[in-house]
Structure formats: structure tokens, C-alpha cells
């Protein structure tokens, strides 16, 4: 299944990666493919020279507020995404 969506919308799932740093408290940074990716918060973003617009940095806020990690994407800086991720408690 993973295969044919990638296929479907052009994304290369074993594209090669260069450059990989993990910025603390931050994010990371790469390239992959031959373009430059950022995966991180919002300080990165700005630290980087990515704008990022009034409502995307809303939601990152409403979704931290809501106990999720909120995770901006920017590819060849230029705002591309924002993912969210939880950790829930498990009841064991």
C-alpha cells in the first residue's frame, strides 16, 4: 500500500539522503534528493528564514496546548507541512 501512494504522488521513498543534523531543542535538517528539508518547531523555522504564516503557527500552538508535539515542514525553505505526534499514556 505504502508503495503505490508514494508512486501515485511522486514521492521516492529511498531517496538519498546528505547532510543530516539534528539541531537540539529544535529539529533536524537535511537534504534529500537535492533538497533541503526541515523537520522541527517553530524557533528552527525562524532561526532558518522560514516564514511561517499567522494560522500555521496557530494550529502548532493549539496542538501543543492539546498535549501533541506539533513538527513544521519546510522543503527549500519554503513552509510545507506541519505533523503532529502524541505519546499517550498506556493505562500499563
Not at 13 to 33: M, S
Not at 72 to 77: I, K, P
Amino acid at each position: 500500500v505504502v508503495r503505490g501512494v508514494t508512486e501515485e504522488r511522486g514521492i521516492v521513498a529511498d531517496a538519498p539522503v546528505g547532510g543530516f543534523a539534528a539541531v537540539p531543542g529544535q529539529g533536524i535538517a537535511a537534504t534529500v534528493a537535492g533538497r533541503a528539508l526541515l523537520l522541527g518547531n517553530q524557533r528552527l523555522m525562524r532561526e532558518r528564514g522560514v516564514s511561517v504564516a499567522g494560522s500555521v503557527a496557530q494550529q502548532a500552538d493549539a496542538l501543543s496546548g492539546a498535549g501533541k508535539t506539533p513538527l513544521l515542514v519546510a522543503v527549500d525553505g519554503t513552509m510545507a507541512g506541519l505533523l503532529a505526534v502524541a505519546d499517550t499514556v498506556k493505562p500499563e
